[in-house]
């Protein structure tokens, strides 16, 4: 017998999502950097009509996942990132 999880908290998703954006703030590279923060929102956006518990469990602990994954990779792009900046970094 398979005791179910339940499904986040709207409370729950919203940190998730704010993690996100925040983890995708970490990349020094602006292509990176917005690229990260315009995947984030799309994935949000896309399961976003879920409706099955089962499927919005198994969307949030891939989402958990997938962050622990980008603050690895920003980390990693920390450490050997080129320090040249972006045009679009440039404040004139």
């Known amino acids: 017998m398979s005791t179910a999880v339940p499904p986040p908290s709207r ?3 919203l940190s998730l999502f704010r993690s996100f954006l925040r983890s995708s703030r ?3 590279d ?3 950097r917005e690229y990260t ?4 929102i799309d994935a949000f956006h896309h399961n ?7 499927s919005i469990s198994a969307a ?4 958990k996942y997938q962050l ?4 690895r990779q920003a980390l990693v792009y ?6 040249v900046k972006s045009i679009m970094d440039i404040k004139y």
């Open 11 to 13: 409370k729950e998703i």
């Open 26 to 28: 970490q990349f020094s």
């Open 30 to 32: 602006y292509n990176i």
């Open 37 to 40: 923060k315009r995947r984030t």
């Open 48 to 54: 976003k009509t879920l409706s099955n518990p089962t």
């Open 60 to 63: 949030f602990a891939d989402g």
């Open 68 to 71: 622990q994954v980008a603050k």
């Open 78 to 83: 920390y450490f050997y990132s080129p320090k």
